[in-house]
Every structure is written in structure tokens, then in C-alpha cells.
């Protein structure tokens, strides 16, 4: 994936009206819990080799299993077939902070790195917010 030319407003605003107003509701929240950090579209293809649209929330170094390292988001925001996904690359204590503390935020189905839902009614976004700040805390 990269960084897309493309402005994050403008791609908020072409999403389709049953999910735009929880994207809204979101990227609102990520953002202001990450403020001071780049807010970017990512898009391309993604582990799987799905195509992709990501807002990317701040930026960490990360090294792959073959040693290279990639810059990457520490928090991203995606609109995927049947929900939405919340993706969050910090770790704490050696676990992903989403799969640390996922169950605590509602209604979410949890991934390793990942939060996914059918809409913003699902999840606390309060505790989101909080889970997102400590995201921006460990990788600074």
C-alpha cells in the first residue's frame, strides 16, 4: 500500500450514504486522539492482496520478518465489504493492543492488529478513543 495523492475529506465524501456518517463519526474521534500526527489515504493492495483504502492515522517504523522495514500507520480506518475496520499497530506487553484489549469495546469481531464492526453503534468510542491515545503514547 501507499500513501495516495488523493485527500482524505474528498474520499470521506465519495463513500456511500450507509456508511459515510460512521466513517464521519470515526475519523472525527481518531483524528483528534491523534492530533499532531499525519492524517493520510492509503491505498493499494493489502495483506491477501485485496484492494484497499485505508486512512492512515500517524506513522511508526515497523521491521518485517525479513528485516526490511516499512513506515506504516499506527492507526487505520477502512470500509471493507460487510463492516468497518479499525487498525491499530502498537503493541504493549508484546500483544497488539487491539487483541489486548478488544473485548472491552463492544460489539467487535477482534483480529490481531484489528477491530471489526457493522457500524459505530457496535463499538465504544469513548474506549476507542482512550485505546487510540495509548497507541500514540507507545509509539510516539
Not at 487505520?76 to 487491539?98: F, M, P, T
Not at 460489539?107 to 463499538?123: H, M, R
Amino acid at each position: 500500500m501507499e500513501k495516495a495523492t488523493r485527500d482524505v475529506d474528498e474520499y470521506i465524501a465519495s463513500l456511500p450514504d450507509d456508511v459515510r456518517a460512521d466513517i464521519e463519526v470515526l475519523d472525527g474521534a481518531l483524528a483528534r486522539a491523534m492530533d499532531g500526527h499525519e492524517r493520510v489515504l492509503y491505498e493499494g493492495r493489502l495483506w491477501g492482496g485485496s484492494r484497499q483504502e485505508i486512512i492512515g492515522y500517524g506513522t511508526m517504523e515497523n521491521t518485517r520478518s525479513d528485516g526490511t522495514t516499512v513506515t506504516w500507520f499506527t492507526v487505520g480506518l477502512a470500509v471493507q465489504k460487510n463492516h468497518l475496520s479499525v487498525y491499530i499497530n502498537a503493541v504493549e506487553d508484546r500483544l497488539y493492543l487491539s487483541e489486548k484489549y478488544g473485548a472491552k469495546l463492544g460489539t467487535v469481531k477482534v483480529g490481531k492488529s484489528s477491530l471489526g464492526f457493522k457500524s459505530v453503534d457496535d463499538i465504544d468510542v469513548g474506549a476507542l478513543v482512550e485505546l487510540v491515545e495509548l497507541a500514540r503514547e507507545l509509539t510516539g
